[in-house]
């Protein structure tokens, strides 16, 4: 075979949506057919095209000519002639060249990436639409499973050292040296690779800013047959192309680092001439030359380094950056100072010299977004937990999700909607076409990146916010399900709702009070319960149970039977939890976010702290009957003031759902992510939900109760009678109290 582009099988015409598998290969020759058999049966009815690109000294290329005449897809060979083998990389550009499919995916010939997960990227690159879906691989503290120990030692140094080198930019990846990655060929620009070495993703990472990312998880097999190709010689390779992407990739850095190393050396040595000739305390002589070497070091950064060109320029970033290198000053450099200058005694330019130096990294450390934990510094993988309501909305999180409890399962989901995936370095980067949200504190704060998607939606999250669930449903979660549901002909409708015989009863408040303690109350008397705040309500008026769990108020102590399951402990602990999360601390939190005060974040370290009084119902009535669906037969407006049971005119009666639907709010970015989602697909969906509750509620009873006579449930009056059918009320606008 001539050393040049064999194609293998037929190519009349190239499907729209062509899969183009490129594998590079170095005597891989046992490995050619039981790859291409698994290919043929893991994409059926997928069209694809497999292209390789041999830098064989065996004879492989000829494998691939024998048995590509089995298959029913085209299979081409690029063989390489010894001049232009310039590694795995430079193979895979040669077959990003070459390729003629749509999406382009890049995997190995060992089968250690399985062939099996291709449909999931192709499906997840389709769903999110996304540039670039990362296959990674599952891993531990030493590194990706399915390689020995040494190797997978190796990948996880590899993978810190080019973490630490691009922290921002390979931030939205977990694994960004795998070599199974799918992306889509428009997004693509091939002349600004330059490749070296084996690790082609990080390449197309680093050349390639503002891809929209997204991943999926898989089992890295053992090798099949061969040897692996990585070796020492290799490694010293990606440490070099490394060095080369970091000094090329930003023109910027070498005089970054040039103003780094002179602001230090002007530092530590402006302090060792000034300290002895000053009688001053040392902490105010510190003090003021940081001071006066920070604004230096910013005006040379800011004109010479970056020439004002970058996003946030002038007083704003002057701001940030005043501030972080206050908090490396005051916890870094004075207490170490005055230990070795006062308690150990060190000679002043060996002092100021290493307190300088360790306060430089921790800069970094804050400055880079940046924490030496083990979750930040390896390839750790978090746990998946998967949520199924009721069939209409499937969400899968990396983090638990105390608020949906009711809904989880641990079977695989057979489709994912909502994907809540943490970014474990800090606040999410900005994609093209994401709701993004930052309080400006990397990791250590609020911040998240929603991408809508026509059939999928990925939810990017902070650390801080992964380790806050229930600030995570209520601020983020709630509005993106409420916006996923009206999608599927459904309203997420606040209220409380109970059920008997199939039908039920929606309770819907004039303030936002009083209508827990009425299901409570009802489900004590035999009903089924439903969800005290929120419902899922259907056109045709289907009402769907969605029972979160319940926060403890005094209210709904005194109103039922509750105290009686639990001790007088864990009711004090929930009447003191339940004060300092009651309405005023929310009020007065809701007011300061529009100060632009970071509310959300101080909102996730509140609630680190004491977590919100809040349990299922389950635990509060242990013989709670839970409804999965019922019938709409009734609507019962809770009505604040003095009188008794009254009718509604219908249309008023719509009119108040309404309102208080619109009026159900959360710390920010909860109005944000309602605003952006419906400017997302062009369409009004808050007057979609609207339509969906009206419709849902055009033929029920309806009728309003205030205080007055009847059964004492909390500081309501309300009659819990038997359901009325639906079908009573069809013919007349007005209801029948």
């Known amino acids: 075979m001539e050393h040049d582009d064999a194609i293998l099988g037929s190519l009349t015409a190239v499907p729209s949506d062509l899969l183009t598998i490129i594998v590079p290969t170095r005597n891989e020759a046992q490995n050619i057919l039981p790859l291409l058999r698994r290919l043929a049966a893991a994409l059926p009815h997928v069209p694809i095209e497999v292209l390789f690109v041999d830098d064989s000294t065996d004879n492989t290329s000829d494998v691939i000519t024998q048995v590509a005449l089995q298959f029913s897809f085209p299979v081409r060979v690029i063989v390489r002639p010894p001049q232009r083998r310039n590694g795995l990389s430079g193979a895979v550009v040669e077959g990003f060249q070459a390729a003629q499919g749509t999406w382009l995916c890049v995997m190995d010939a060992d089968l250690q990436h399985p062939p099996e997960v291709l449909p999931a990227l192709l499906a997840r690159a389709q769903e999110a639409r996304a540039d670039i879906v990362v296959g990674s691989r599952k891993a531990d503290i030493f590194g990706p499973l399915g390689l020995s120990r ?142 006066l070497i920070i604004l230096l070091r910013f005006a040379a950064t800011e004109h010479w380094v970056l020439g004002r060109g970058h996003a946030i320029p002038g007083w704003p970033s002057l701001r940030r950056f005043w501030l972080t290198n206050q908090i490396s000053l005051f916890a870094g450099r004075l207490p170490l100072l005055y230990l070795l200058l006062y308690r150990w005694q060190w000679p002043v330019l060996m002092a100021i010299a290493l307190a300088v130096l360790l306060e430089s990294a921790l800069r970094y450390a804050l400055s880079e977004q940046w924490v030496f934990s083990r979750r930040g510094m390896t390839m750790w993988q978090p746990g998946v937990y998967r949520y199924d309501i009721h069939g209409l909305l499937r969400l899968e999180s990396q983090t638990p999700l105390p608020e949906l409890a009711h809904f989880a399962t641990p079977e695989p989901l057979p489709h994912v909607d909502v994907q809540i995936r943490i970014d474990r370095l800090g606040t999410p980067s900005p994609q093209p076409g994401a709701i993004t949200y930052s309080e400006g504190l990397s990791r250590f704060g609020f911040g998240l990146a929603v991408m809508p998607g026509a059939a999928y939606t990925e939810v990017v999250i902070s650390p801080l916010l992964a380790h806050s669930p229930y600030a995570l449903y209520k601020s983020v979660l709630e509005p993106v399900v409420r916006w996923e549901l009206v999608r599927r002909g459904a309203a997420l409708t606040y209220g409380a709702a109970v059920a008997r015989q199939g039908q039920a009863l929606l309770f819907v408040p004039e303030q936002d009070r009083g209508k827990t303690a009425v299901a409570l109350r009802a489900a004590q008397a035999g009903y089924a319960f439903l969800g005290d705040e929120f419902v899922i309500l259907t056109a045709d008026g289907q009402v769907y149970g969605f029972p979160k769990p319940i926060t403890v108020t005094a209210e709904v102590l005194r109103a039922t039977a509750v105290a009686t399951y639990l001790g007088r402990r864990e009711r004090f602990k929930l009447w003191l939890r339940h004060g300092l999360y009651g309405r005023g601390a929310r009020t007065a939190g809701l007011r300061l976010s ?57 249309p008023d009666a719509l009119d108040w759902v309404c309102t208080r639907q619109d009026a159900v709010q959360g710390f920010p970015p909860y109005n944000l992510l309602l605003l952006s989602l419906g400017q997302n697909d062009g369409a009004d969906w808050r007057a979609v939900e609207h339509a969906i509750i009206r419709r849902a509620l055009t033929c029920v009873t309806t009728r309003t109760v205030t205080q007055g006579d009847g059964i004492e449930i909390g500081d309501w009056s309300v009659e819990i009678r038997e359901p009325i059918s639906p079908m009573a009320n069809l013919h007349s606008p007005l209801s029948s109290p």
């Open 150 to 291: 040494k190797r997978a030692m190796t990948s996880q140094l590899l993978t810190l050292l080019a973490r630490a080198w691009f922290p921002r930019l390979l931030k939205n990846v977990s694994d960004p040296l795998t070599g199974l990655f799918l992306l889509r060929r428009a997004a693509l620009n091939t002349a600004v690779l330059r490749p070296d070495g084996f690790k082609i993703l990080l390449e197309i990472l680093i050349r390639c800013p503002g891809l929209r990312v997204s991943e999926v998880h898989f089992d890295f097999a053992s090798r099949h047959e061969g040897e692996s190709k990585a070796d020492f010689q290799e490694g010293m390779r990606f440490f070099r192309h490394l060095l080369r992407l970091r000094l090329t990739a930003n023109q910027s850095f070498p005089r970054l680092v040039a103003v780094a190393l002179g602001s230090l050396l002007l530092d530590v040595v402006a302090f060792a001439w000034l300290y002895p000739r000053v009688d001053v305390p040392f902490w105010l002589t510190a003090v003021f030359l940081a001071e």
């Open 594 to 650: 529009r100060g632009r005060w970071p509310v959300a974040t101080l909102n996730l370290l509140w609630q680190r702290l004491l977590a919100p009084p809040k349990r299922a119902v389950s635990a509060l009535l242990p013989q709670v009957i839970i409804a999965k669906q019922a019938t709409l037969a009734e609507l019962i407006l809770l009505r604040e003031g003095d009188g008794k049971e009254m009718a509604v005119v219908l």
